[in-house]
C-alpha cells in the first residue's frame, strides 16, 4: 500500500534550527512535495523535489532520498511564525497525491 | 503566482439544508479542481477531483449524490453538500494545479462548514 510516515509534533527555540522527516512509500514516485499549514488555514506550497539531493529556498530547504524513500524540510533561523502543521505528500505514478498527517512543530521563546 | 479563491469562507447551515461552495482560479485555467475535506487535528482527504465539462471522479466512501460537483467552466468548480448533517462539519478545500500533472496544489483558503 502506499504511505507517508511523518512525527506528529516537534517543539523547537526560537532562532534554532529543526529536521523535519518524511518517509514514503508509493506506487511509482514522480516526487515529493512539502506544504505548511497554519491552524485553521488551508496549506500553502513550499517545496518540491523529484531529484536527490537538496533543495534551498531562502530559510527552508528540503532533501530527498529515493533509494530511501525519505524526504526532510530543513527550518532554519525559526521564526514564531514558522509554528504551523507541515505536511509531506509524495506524488505516485498516477500523478496523485498521497499525503502525511502532517507534523505540528512548535516554536517556543 | 496562481491564485485560488474559494467562497465562501466559512458557513453555518441547519441540518438537512444544502451549501454550496465555490473554487476559482483566478489567474490560469484550471481543466481539474480537487476537492478535499479535512477533519480536525487530521490530514487532507481527497474527495473528488473535477474535471471540466465531465463529471467528477469520486473517491471511494465519498458519495456522489450527497456532494455534487459541477466544473462549469475553466475557472470554476462548485461543490454542493447536499442534505446536510452534522457528520458532515467539515473543512473543505479546494485545488488546482496552473501547469502539467507534476506541478504543486495550490489551494483555496477554504470553507469551514458547521451543521447544526
Known amino acids: 500500500g502506499q504511505n507517508i510516515d511523518q512525527p506528529t509534533e516537534m517543539t523547537a527555540t526560537e532562532g534554532a534550527i529543526v529536521q523535519i522527516n518524511c518517509t514514503y512509500q508509493?506506487?511509482?514516485?514522480?516526487?515529493l512535495f512539502w506544504y505548511q499549514q497554519h491552524a485553521g488555514e488551508a496549506p500553502t506550497f513550499l517545496s518540491y523535489n523529484v531529484l536527490d539531493g537538496l533543495e534551498e529556498k531562502g530559510r527552508f530547504s528540503s532533501f530527498l532520498s529515493r533509494s530511501k524513500g525519505y524526504s526532510y524540510l530543513l527550518l532554519k533561523e525559526l521564526q514564531m511564525k514558522d509554528s504551523a502543521s507541515y505536511l509531506c505528500?509524495?506524488?505516485?505514478?498516477?500523478?496523485?497525491?498521497?499525503w502525511g498527517a502532517g507534523t505540528k512543530l512548535i516554536i517556543k521563546p | 503566482g496562481a491564485v485560488v479563491s474559494q467562497h465562501p469562507s466559512w458557513v453555518i447551515c441547519k441540518s438537512g439544508t444544502s451549501v454550496k461552495i465555490e473554487c476559482r482560479s483566478l489567474d490560469f485555467q484550471a481543466t481539474t479542481m480537487f476537492w478535499y475535506r479535512q477533519f480536525p487535528k487530521q490530514s487532507l482527504m481527497l474527495m473528488a477531483t473535477?474535471?471540466?465539462?465531465?463529471?467528477?471522479?469520486?473517491e471511494q466512501g465519498v458519495e456522489k449524490d450527497k456532494f455534487l460537483i459541477n466544473h462549469a467552466s475553466l475557472t470554476l468548480s462548485t461543490l454542493t453538500v447536499t442534505s446536510a448533517h452534522p457528520e458532515d462539519s467539515s473543512f473543505y478545500i479546494c485545488?488546482?494545479?496552473?501547469?502539467?500533472?507534476?506541478?504543486?496544489?495550490?489551494f483555496g483558503n477554504g470553507t469551514r462548514l458547521t451543521v447544526t
Open positions: 485545488s488546482a494545479r496552473d501547469g502539467s500533472e507534476g506541478s504543486p496544489l495550490h
Open positions: 473535477s474535471n471540466e465539462g465531465s463529471k467528477a471522479t469520486y
Open positions: 505528500a509524495g506524488m505516485d505514478s498516477n500523478y496523485q497525491l498521497i
Open positions: 508509493t506506487s511509482g514516485f514522480n516526487g
